[in-house]
């Protein structure tokens, strides 16, 4: 299956359909949302940009439309207790702020080779065949450090 990254030149609608799927008006707005944004938006946050072009699309149709996105490898699903979407296929990892709860993209050769031993020194002590890695980073962004930023509301 062919990845798509957020720098892909192509348009939405090419990329849907070269995939082989419907274009459809809320299938083709909710990848472009999802491409032009690094906010890691959950599903109920692009239902609210997506209504700011299609007001009638359901929230329903957001995360149907999510789910075929994340299993055709053009965005993937952050796990946590509010999923989170993202359009970004390159590799990288996250960093999530503890106080506000914005997630930032970190590059994957940042953490690399450190990562690659780790994973190699886990899988030889444990003989776990490692087929891929996810790190995540915990702490505060600049804006909470400074104090500019407001402290995430509960949802």
Not at 45 to 66: D, F, I, W
Not at 74 to 85: C, D, M, N
Request: net charge positive; proline share 7%.
């Amino acid at each position: 299956m062919r990845t798509i990254t957020r720098n892909s030149p192509t348009d939405s609608g090419s990329v849907l359909r070269a995939l082989g799927l419907r274009l459809t008006g809320p299938r083709r707005v909710i990848l472009e949302v999802l491409r032009g944004t690094e906010s890691h938006p959950t599903a109920e946050e692009v239902h609210r940009l997506v209504r700011r072009r299609l007001p009638r699309v359901s929230l329903g149709t957001v995360y149907r439309n999510l789910r075929l996105l994340v299993a055709q490898r053009l965005a993937a699903e952050i796990p946590g207790p509010h999923s989170r979407f993202d359009a970004n296929m390159d590799a990288h990892h996250h960093f999530t702020c503890v106080r506000c709860g914005c997630i930032v993209d970190v590059d994957g050769p940042l953490a690399e080779p450190q990562a690659e031993a780790l994973r190699v020194r886990i899988a030889s002590r444990t003989g776990l065949a490692i087929t891929h890695h996810r790190i995540e980073f915990f702490g505060r962004c600049p804006q909470c450090r400074s104090g500019k930023s407001r402290p995430r509301r509960s949802p």
